[in-house]
């Protein structure tokens, strides 16, 4: 008996339908960037390891995606190395290529191999497949498609105003009211850490407070201490747990909490300038709200950070995040070239849509108008008119077999294509068309340019 096909897990596949309406979004992000000035570029798949591992903290480590060599993969490897187990050791060696985390690190390599061929500041937006070995969970896949807009070459906060921007325009376009787009500083966690003596702690403790949403205050405060944090120091945290109110009640917080760190100073007014300036521009759906727990556990952020929720009501995690990196074309060899990026989360945005019912019925891509066949000379007929509705941009086509018209009907019904055409042979002899529209079931005899203004 054959074996029940299947895929792995955190895969999908897409119906029709679903790529009609993934395809909505993503053209009407393309249309945001494009108005926003960044251009599109593509990366491969998979990258030499090295370009990836130690980029995304040990967590993100743990979940790329290895390729093992091609060939006898296991002829490089010596008895001690094999027996003993070392699964860091022996993957070096079995393994030389990795499928992409992100989208972030490999335009990062991007820009410092082809830095002599780039103009800066450098606008870029990719939208590509990225793998992740995460448990899968709804809305979180382990193959899933990333869409991001990044700018290289400039260190001015005018371009965190713009990202806020482009956000509540792609949210906007697509009627997604009530985003909130949540705003945080790494300077300012970073003069936290200075400020209750956990310098040398600061990637524990901003993988821990990243996790805030998903484990709860008493969780973070666990893992905290799991890592040697000291429940002095959490407890000078609690300010940031307990924090309310507007932007500048957290901002006057936060002024008070880091008065003697000249890096979270520096946070605080990056953060006062972006929503000062947002709070001139105005936004058309989206609100920005300053979150002084937010962390992005990513290690290569060093400014502003960004994390995007949907509207009140909807159980979906975030939907979008980014920030500024100052130093990551470093690691290729391209020094002090500062950047910022965002990212939208297409998957998840897809459910909010759905759950909200938000997707215009026009977005089905669908065949509009069907040709019953009667048999070898009426398809002939049916395929010149078809022939020309197709070459002025109409969706036609002919059902390819002659068999009973119930049937082909009820083709119809199950594509849901909204018209039908019957031309028999009265039809061909007269050289017009019978139209039946499907929703209503009144039909029309009609010309050809009847046919087309009908279907038009």
Do not use: H
């Amino acid at each position: 008996m054959s074996k029940k096909p299947s895929i792995p897990k955190g895969t999908r596949d897409f119906s029709p339908a679903e790529v009609a309406r993934r395809s909505y979004i993503i053209n009407t992000m393309k249309r945001c960037f494009a108005t926003y000035g960044y251009r599109p570029i593509e990366t491969p798949s998979f990258e030499k390891s090295e370009t990836l591992m130690g980029k995304y903290g040990e967590e993100g480590d743990r979940m790329i995606f290895k390729i093992l060599n091609s060939g006898d993969y296991l002829s490089k490897v010596d008895d001690d190395a094999y027996t003993g187990k070392d699964s860091g050791k022996l993957t070096a060696l079995i393994s030389e290529k990795a499928l992409r985390y992100d989208l972030t690190v490999p335009f990062a390599r991007y820009v410092a191999q082809n830095q002599n061929d780039i103009t800066f500041p450098f606008k870029r937006y990719q939208i590509q497949t990225v793998w992740r070995a995460d448990r899968p969970q709804k809305g979180r896949f382990r193959e899933f498609l990333q869409c991001d807009a990044d700018v290289v070459g400039s260190k001015s906060l005018w371009q965190e105003v713009e990202l806020v921007q482009l956000y509540d325009a792609v949210f906007s376009e697509l009627k997604l009211e009530g985003v909130t787009i949540k705003l945080n500083n790494r300077k300012i966690l970073s003069g936290i850490a200075e400020v209750i003596g956990e310098e040398d702690k600061l990637i524990d403790f901003t993988v821990a407070l990243d996790k805030l949403d998903r484990i709860g205050e008493e969780g973070v405060k666990t893992e905290m201490l799991s890592k040697s944090i000291s429940e002095d120091a959490i407890e000078k945290l609690q300010p940031l747990f307990s924090a309310s109110g507007d932007a500048s009640e957290k901002l006057a917080m936060l002024k008070e909490l880091l008065v003697t760190s000249v890096i979270g100073m520096q946070g605080i007014s990056d953060l006062e300038f972006i929503v000062d300036s947002i709070s001139e521009l105005k936004l058309r759906s989206a609100k920005l709200e300053i979150e002084v727990t937010l962390a992005r556990g990513l290690n290569y952020y060093t400014g502003a950070i960004f994390e995007v929720t949907p509207p009140k009501g909807v159980q979906m995690g975030s939907i979008g995040g980014g920030g500024r990196y100052d130093d990551l074309t470093g690691i290729f060899g391209l020094k002090d070239v500062s950047g910022i990026g965002i990212s939208f989360g297409l998957d998840r945005i897809y459910l909010v849509l759905e759950d909200l019912d938000l997707f215009p019925e026009t977005v089905s891509a669908n065949t509009l108008v069907l040709f019953i066949n009667f048999g070898e000379s009426e398809a002939l007929y049916a395929v010149r008119a078809i022939t020309k509705l197709r070459n002025l941009g109409i969706a036609a086509e002919l059902y390819p077999d002659a068999f009973k018209i119930g049937k082909q009907m009820s083709y119809c019904d199950n594509r849901e294509i909204p018209f039908v055409v019957l031309a028999g042979s009265s039809e061909i002899e007269a050289n017009t068309f019978t139209l039946k529209n499907m929703k209503n079931g009144k039909q029309e005899t009609v010309s050809f340019n009847g046919l087309l203004k009908a279907l038009k």
